[in-house]
């Protein structure tokens, strides 16, 4: 199984890229692991729907009809990190050949993208910005590793 992060993101920031090569490091300790930027055409800001379901149709075109998708989503199930760690090694435990995260575009994703995510997760009640975002969810899949293998880094 490969997991691979997918995001929306425009923004770069170095402090963001060190903190994603860091956990794309410790992550990758435990299953090969990537994460992927996919671009969308620039649209102006004010044509929310229009970016919505073309960042969307980005996301659909990226994911195999037999990937598990976890869409990282502030309409998502709150889980605590044991939570999630069981449903990461649910996702462990099935046929499954890649396993998708996604982070979607500033103005989120179109019910297509929802259907088709296997797992709704969000990260905090709060709306946070794709950089911080990233740096959570990415802290989040290492933390699920942890627990899961018994390694002392989650203070249970």
Do not use: C
Not at 5 to 19: H, I, Q, R, S
Not at 61 to 75: A, G, M, P
Not at 85 to 106: D, M, P, Q, T, Y
């Amino acid at each position: 199984m490969k997991f691979i992060l997918y995001n929306l993101a425009t923004a770069k920031e170095p402090w963001a890229d060190e903190v994603s090569e860091l956990y794309k490091k410790k992550i990758s300790f435990f299953i090969p692991f990537d994460i992927q930027s996919l671009k969308a055409k620039k649209s102006a800001r004010e044509d929310a729907d229009f970016k919505r379901n073309e960042e969307s149709e980005l996301i659909l075109k990226n994911i195999n009809s037999d990937d598990y998708v976890v869409l990282f989503d502030e309409r998502g199930s709150v889980l605590d990190s044991i939570q999630f760690s069981k449903k990461v090694e649910n996702i462990l435990g099935s046929s499954k050949k890649r396993a998708i995260f996604i982070i979607g575009g500033a103005f989120g994703v179109n019910e297509e993208v929802r259907k088709r995510a296997d797992l709704k997760v969000a990260l905090s009640p709060m709306v946070m910005n794709h950089l911080m975002a990233q740096a959570m969810s990415l802290e989040q899949i290492y933390r699920a590793f942890t627990i899961i293998k018994k390694i002392p880094y989650h203070n249970i």
